[in-house]
């Protein structure tokens, strides 16, 4: 019996730990006894796939098909999905979400007294070309306020929902604008221990993607957990 | 070498991007699929007691003939035509959530020995800042259960947290308890 090429554990301090007391949520809501460590079978190397089939033209592009332009700073957002191995991942599906430019939600939990944009519903989804290259065309969202300590704001952010070629590939993150004054108090944001690991959740300000008298660009590449070369022994 | 993108949670706003995959009943776009039709329900709770209203649950599982519908699983089993293998609900106001689907197959481990039926499950939620992954044992399958390697690294007095039990008329009842009494097992992979 051949062994499993193993995707790799978490390089040191790059992955949040469950409990964040500054996120006040993760003290309940996290597990209170240690992992089990599992060696990885098919069950894990393995994963739901998505082609293009799940993707409508336009499913990728926030700014239409809600009868009109949502209200905003238009912006492109385009990057790459890789794997550690710097492999490009093609046909991955990534499904967004996010708050509209007045920092509001689509959702019936979202009580922040601050405008709905009847030409905005925060939701795209699209799959990764050949290369792993991606695009969504949105508005730049809004910070917004939650109730996690004092006058707690949230920083600009896009969420991001990928599943990889496998189970043990799942990521859900979330993508942060340069320069956001609100990023050194965020909890979510900073519950990632190490520096470097945080700021790779910055996207960069895109010139090349940048259409003027149209939209600025942000670029944001994405890095999926990477498989060994060779079977474990 | 790249290092992953960290994870982040789905905070509380994450039915506006992830229902549009949500799927209930796996049988559902297979008409052609056998096998032991099976219910699973159950409900996410903190160590409270109280539900997790604001969560979601996805599982991934091997057909009934134990093949995954994926192109790392070559072994020369069938495929049903429609089956994914792949489900993904909401948790509702009272934390529960239901599947309907076939009870899968075995499928090997990594030492190639069979593996006990299992559903892989994840779950995501507001306040958790990555998601838990854990897995649902059948309560039919002691036999295997107790040889299972993967039960096997679970303490005894937990493994009772991944089995599921029989609720009568094809359903089976399975709780995840996030942290505290009976807290479920979960898994780094």
């Not at chain 2, 089956?83 to 190639?112: N, Q």
């Not at chain 2, 295997?144 to 599921?164: W, Y």
Request: glycine share 10%; aromatic share 10%; net charge negative.
């Amino acid at each position: 019996m051949t062994r499993l090429a193993q995707y790799r554990r978490p390089y040191w301090d790059t992955q949040p730990e469950y409990r964040f007391d500054p996120y006040a949520s993760t003290q309940k809501r996290s597990p209170g006894q240690p992992l089990i460590a599992l060696p990885q079978s098919l069950s894990e190397v393995t994963g739901p796939t998505f082609g293009a089939e799940f993707v409508r033209e336009g499913d990728n592009d926030l700014t239409v098909g809600n009868g009109g332009e949502p209200i905003g700073e238009r912006i492109l957002v385009t990057g790459r999905v890789l794997d550690e191995n710097g492999r490009p991942v093609p046909n991955a599906l990534i499904e967004v979400w996010q708050a509209n430019a007045a920092g509001r939600y689509v959702h019936k939990r979202d009580q922040h007294d601050a405008p709905l944009d009847p030409h905005f519903s925060g939701e795209g989804r699209t799959v990764t070309d050949a290369s792993g290259r991606y695009q969504f065309k949105t508005i730049k969202p809004g910070a917004y306020p939650w109730r996690n300590h004092h006058n707690a704001w949230r920083p600009q952010h896009i969420h991001f929902s990928l599943f990889g070629n496998a189970y043990a590939t799942r990521l859900v993150t979330q993508m942060y604008f340069p320069g956001d004054p609100l990023l050194p108090f965020d909890p979510i944001f900073n519950c990632v221990p190490d520096e470097k690991a945080r700021d790779r959740l910055v996207a960069s300000l895109d010139w090349e993607t940048t259409q003027p008298e149209y939209a600025l660009g942000y670029h944001f590449d994405i890095v999926l957990r990477g498989r060994d070369a060779t079977p474990m022994e | 070498m790249l290092y992953a993108t960290a994870s982040q949670t789905v905070g509380p706003y994450l039915h506006i991007g992830l229902n549009g995959l949500n799927c209930a009943d796996l049988t559902a776009s297979a008409p052609e699929l056998a096998g032991q039709r099976i219910v699973i329900e159950g409900r996410v709770t903190d160590p409270d007691g109280e539900p997790v209203p604001d969560g979601m649950v996805e599982i991934w599982q091997a057909n009934p003939a134990g093949r995954y519908r994926h192109p790392d699983d070559a072994r020369e089993l069938p495929l049903v035509p429609g089956f994914t293998g792949f489900g993904r609900v909401p948790t509702e106001a009272d934390g529960s959530f239901r599947f309907v689907t076939v009870k899968p197959g075995t499928v090997p481990g990594p030492d190639g020995r069979p593996q006990a039926p299992h559903i892989m499950v994840s779950v995501f939620m507001r306040g958790l800042v990555k998601h838990v992954a854990t897995r649902m044992y059948f309560p039919d399958e002691a036999a295997a259960n107790a040889a299972d390697a993967v039960l096997a690294l679970v303490p005894a007095e937990r493994r009772g947290t991944l089995i599921a039990s029989d609720a009568g008329n094809g359903t089976l009842r399975w709780d995840v308890a996030l942290q505290g009494q009976g807290e479920t097992v979960f898994f780094d992979i």
